[in-house]
């Protein structure tokens, strides 16, 4: 079917690859030109597993092309809006971008059009663009709108596209319903060429589920909301294992078991980032407030991560005293770990708190050093994981890079100033760091010291 996205940021791109990738033709706009000319050029604008290639791929057969707005608008027989929401001031998303491109729809296109908001969007926007779709078209445009709400995690939406779990689909014409059902064909019945696995192995069936437009916007926000609530809930475990003496890997691991409970999303650390969960959560307050709806529960969630931060600066002020002049290590930058997206990145936050207090930054990460030195250029920025350290009071882990899990500690040892290692993701082996001479403090309880690396090693088991 001939396809077009709108809009090429994390969820655009994939989006546009993948749905070339399982056979489509899609064509993909982008409104900022720099972004643009750099995707016609075969350069990549962003960072995340497995996209360069498949977009490589479905180009060389012509299956993906990119271009503008107006364009894409021409082309697809079905259009799926990919443009940012980000939040506004009070916390609303800001549906903006959406609107413009709704215009642009009505005015330009001709015939029929199944207009598709894969954004994350505030319940009832589907029924707004019905709404805002029929005031300004002209040229006898026919169209159905549908959501498609996306479920892809940065740094594994190639995977998550391919091989998800679920795809939710609110639509409320039969046509809507059949059309989106066909696109993703392919995909329900794992009948396509997978670019991530050689041979690739079955999966299990994707469940298709279709329903009404609300819902399906609803499905995306509570999903969203719920599993930034699981994080919030474990942090606050977390902050009562400190105070009680009690080890909240322990405590996750015990209760993960519940298979009511499950075991992802109880790995506490300094709270949760990106573009999606912070905005979402507010988003999704604000939703529910203008229903009459008092949703304290997720103003909790916020707060709680909203003092992770500053709990963490605290945790490193205990141990450094006073920050003024001290040297600090810094690795990992990004939101989490494979993407180089700093947007709402704790580590960032924490970078500045140290920073006002004094404290002298190095940091490292793999990907994400270039958008961070645009948002915190006065850090000096190494090569790698040692060059950062040298020198240090304390390394801090702020991004959980399967790199860093693999430091010869034994070297490291011989850079730092001080051997404390403050990890705020619990990532790493609290043994192999305290047998390299390294103080150890992680999250919620956790904390050890070189002496005591033989009784690890006699009562460590991995969960
Ligand atoms: C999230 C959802 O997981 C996706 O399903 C959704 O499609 C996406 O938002 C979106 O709305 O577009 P993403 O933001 O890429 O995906 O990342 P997650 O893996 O969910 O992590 C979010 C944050 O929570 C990260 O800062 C991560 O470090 C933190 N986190 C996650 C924890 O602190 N503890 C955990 O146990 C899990």
Redesign the pocket.
């Known amino acids: 079917m001939k396809l077009s996205v709108i809009g090429a940021g994390y ?1 655009g791109l994939t989006t546009a690859a993948c749905l070339a990738q399982i056979g489509h033709d899609v064509f993909c706009s982008e409104s900022d030109v720099e972004k643009l000319s750099k995707l016609q050029s075969g350069v990549m604008p962003l960072f995340e597993p497995h996209l360069e290639d498949v977009i490589e791929g479905v180009r060389k057969v012509g299956r993906l092309h990119f271009g503008s707005t107006e364009d894409a608008i021409v082309w697809g027989d079905a259009i799926f809006i990919c443009v940012g929401t980000p939040p506004l001031a009070n916390g609303d998303a800001d549906l903006s971008a959406i609107e413009g491109v709704a215009r642009v729809i009505a005015k330009r296109a001709i015939g029929y059009r199944l207009i598709i908001e894969k954004s ?1 969007v505030p319940v009832q926007t589907g029924a707004q663009l019905r709404k805002h779709l029929s005031v300004h078209s002209t040229k006898g445009l026919k169209y159905d709108v549908a959501s498609n709400p ?6 594994t939406s190639v995977e998550d596209f391919l091989h998800p779990d679920r795809i939710v689909i609110g639509a409320d014409s039969q046509r809507a319903a059949d059309l989106l059902r066909e696109i993703y064909e392919p995909i329900v019945q794992q009948k396509f060429t997978c670019p991530i696995h050689p041979n690739c192995p079955k999966h299990k069936d994707p469940i298709f589920l279709a329903t009404d437009t609300n819902s399906a916007e609803l499905i995306k926000h509570a ?2 909301s719920f ?1 930034a609530m699981k ?1 919030s809930f474990i942090n606050m475990v977390a902050n009562l294992c400190e105070q009680v003496g009690a080890d909240v890997t322990e405590v996750a691991y015990g209760m993960g078991l519940d298979p009511r409970i499950g075991p992802s ?3 506490p ?1 300094i ?4 573009f ?2 912070p905005k ?1 959560v507010q988003a999704f307050i604000r939703i529910a407030e203008k229903s009459g709806c008092d949703f304290s529960l997720l103003k909790e969630v916020e707060k709680i991560n909203q003092r992770r931060v500053e709990h963490f600066v605290e945790q490193v002020r205990k141990e450094l005293w006073v920050l003024r002049g001290k040297k600090i290590a810094v690795w990992g930058l990004a ?2 770990p494979n993407t180089d997206d700093v947007r709402f990145a704790p580590a960032l936050s924490i970078i500045r708190l140290l920073q006002a207090e004094g404290a002298l930054i190095r940091a490292y990460d793999p990907e994400a050093m270039e958008k961070a030195k645009k948002e915190i250029p006065d850090v000096t920025y190494c090569h790698d994981a040692y060059e950062a350290a040298e020198g240090t009071d304390a390394v801090l882990l702020l991004t959980e890079w399967e790199q860093f899990r693999k430091v010869d500690w034994s070297r490291l040892a011989t850079l730092v100033e001080r051997p404390l290692i403050i990890d705020g993701r619990n990532a790493l082996s609290r043994e192999d760091v305290v047998s390299n001479g390294f103080h150890y403090l992680g999250v919620g309880g956790i904390s050890a010291a070189p002496q005591m690396a033989k009784s690890l090693v006699s009562t460590s088991h991995s969960h």
């Open positions: 969820v994350t996306e479920f892809l995690r940065e740094g999903s969203n599993l994080i999303f109880l790995n650390g709270g949760f980032g990106g999606c969960f979402d939101f989490k």
